[in-house]
């Protein structure tokens, strides 16, 4: 028989095609011949079978232009049960949000005051909502929680100490580490206390010492500490500074704006609480338990929010429109916070019940089994089971939140059928463990059940030796 790639036709002969001169049209000729080369190489190589005639090739090349025009990145369905999933882009925000940062994306009034037609300022937007929700002076906005801290010790500690508890010299994740943050603000670590117990004698010692240009304190935010412990209230450090006029910066990291009672979890403090404690400035994420877009958030006193404000690294972290959109969105289901904890995701999936996730899994093994039944496909061998879910994003180190997961017995096949969940359109990001694939519900978010069933009767049938 002949070598059928004798037949594989030359790349000119494939881009005078109908169909490919219509994809020149639209996309231009030198990419357009980059993809009829590729699909070629593909074909000699054996990758995929050679085609009967010149007209086949159409299908492999627009594939390969689908392949090639996909962005780089994607939304994806969160299996993890990790809900703050920093690799995943932590929060989800809410369909307001979305909307606003849709909006957003034209022509806005992000330095234009619209009363009087004069210029306005970027920092006004999101500010009054922060300083309403946390009963605060002002407030600031810029890229990140660890640019706000950045910000706020820069322009107040800048060639002075800045006296930390030895016990929240804390590596967030990411290398954010408290004393190199503080290096990098051109400060002088000053620490205080031991690991286990700092009191607040020990910070009046360093103040009292002089040279002091900040107290930080640190919220150990994804680790906790227990045993033999102490360490000085907000309150008492609020008194110390106010009396040696030193500002108290207080780093908080996840900016819960309700009750953490209201979660069902361990208690987390607030921002508010802060700012009722009197400090100068409380620095907190925008996308970790607030639930909105990336963003840093500086609140506190009017002097200390200013101070940051005029400090040219806030210039160098500010934020764009498309984030204070979102932010502003998100920040306004705050005002009713039954509201909040209805339309902010990242709330939601705290709250979920395990028994309303676990109808959902079982709803999807049963799709699952008719739409496989259905195209002839060897069933899957699924199981709903407890499992147990994470807050993550350096939250609540040890909640674990009682969840619903869909296992399915892989064996062998385990690493295909992950990489084939990963393909999918819309990816699925699952967990594997022995040959098993787990699929957190908690995660999924509104319409992944379907999303994930589709897939799943979708997976290649070769039946794995469950082992
Ligand atoms: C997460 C965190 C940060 C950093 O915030 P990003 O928004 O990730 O930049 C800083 N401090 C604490 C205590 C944190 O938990």
């Known amino acids: 028989m002949a070598d059928p790639r004798r037949a594989i036709p030359g790349v ?16 231009g000729r030198v990419w357009i011949t980059a993809r009829v ?19 086949d090739y159409e299908e492999l090349v627009q594939m390969e232009v689908a392949r090639a025009e996909t962005l780089s990145l ?16 932590r929060a989800p925000i809410a369909p307001e949000a979305r909307d606003a940062m849709r909006a957003a994306g034209g022509y806005g009034n992000v330095e234009f005051d619209l ?12 500010a009054g909502l922060v300083t309403e929700l946390l009963g605060a002076g002002d407030a600031l906005v810029v890229n990140n929680g660890a640019g706000a801290v950045a910000v706020a010790l820069t322009a107040h500690a800048a060639g ?31 620490t205080v206390g031991t690991t286990n117990r700092t009191r607040l004698e020990d910070y009046a010692r360093a103040v009292e010492a002089g040279g002091v240009g900040a107290i930080l304190k640190v919220h150990r935010s994804n680790f906790s500490m227990s045993g033999f412990t102490e360490e000085a209230t907000l309150a008492e450090l609020v008194r110390l500074g106010t009396g040696a006029e030193v500002p108290v910066i207080h780093d908080l990291g996840s900016g819960l704006l309700v009750d953490s009672g209201r979660l069902g979890l361990p208690y987390e403090p607030t921002p508010a609480q802060s700012v ?9 994420s925008g996308d970790k338990l607030l639930g909105g877009p990336q963003a840093g958030i500086l609140a506190g006193k009017a002097g200390g929010v200013a101070r940051a404000r005029a400090n040219p690294l806030c210039r160098a972290l500010r934020c764009d429109k498309v984030t204070l959109a979102g932010l502003e969105a998100t920040l306004t289901l705050y005002r009713n916070p039954d509201r909040a904890m209805e339309r902010v995701p990242v709330l939601r999936m705290i709250t979920a019940r395990v028994e309303d996730l676990e109808l959902s899994a079982h709803k999807v093994v049963r799709v699952v089994a008719g739409l496989r039944a259905e195209a002839g496909a060897e069933p899957l061998r699924l199981e709903v089971v407890r499992g147990r ?25 385990a690493e295909r059928w992950m990489a084939a969940l990963r393909a999918h359109a819309p990816p699925i990001v699952a967990r594997s463990r022995q040959g098993r694939i787990l699929i957190d519900f ?10 994930v069933a589709a897939a799943l009767s979708g997976l290649d049938a070769d039946a794995p030796g469950g082992e």
């Open 37 to 55: 080369r590729a699909v070629l190489d593909d074909v000699r190589a054996g990758a995929v079978p050679v085609p009967d005639s010149v007209a």
């Open 442 to 451: 908690r995660t999924l978010g509104a319409g992944g059940d379907f999303i």
């Open 12 to 27: 000119d002969r494939l881009l005078a095609q109908p169909w490919c001169r219509l994809l020149i049209g639209s996309r």
């Open 74 to 89: 994607r939304s994806v369905i969160n299996a993890t049960g990790v809900i703050l999933h920093t690799n995943l882009g």
């Open 389 to 413: 879910s994470l807050v993550g994003g350096g939250t609540f180190p040890d909640a674990r939140l009682p969840t619903a997961v869909l296992r399915i017995e892989a064996g062998s096949a």
């Open 115 to 126: 009363d009087t037609g004069e210029r306005g300022s970027r920092y006004s937007h999101c």
């Open 276 to 284: 009722a404690a009197g400090v100068d400035l409380v620095a907190f």
């Open 160 to 190: 002075k100490g800045v006296a930390v508890s030895h016990g929240e010299l804390v590596e967030i994740g990411g290398g954010f580490r408290i004393p190199e943050v503080v290096e990098a603000a051109g400060a002088r670590l000053v």
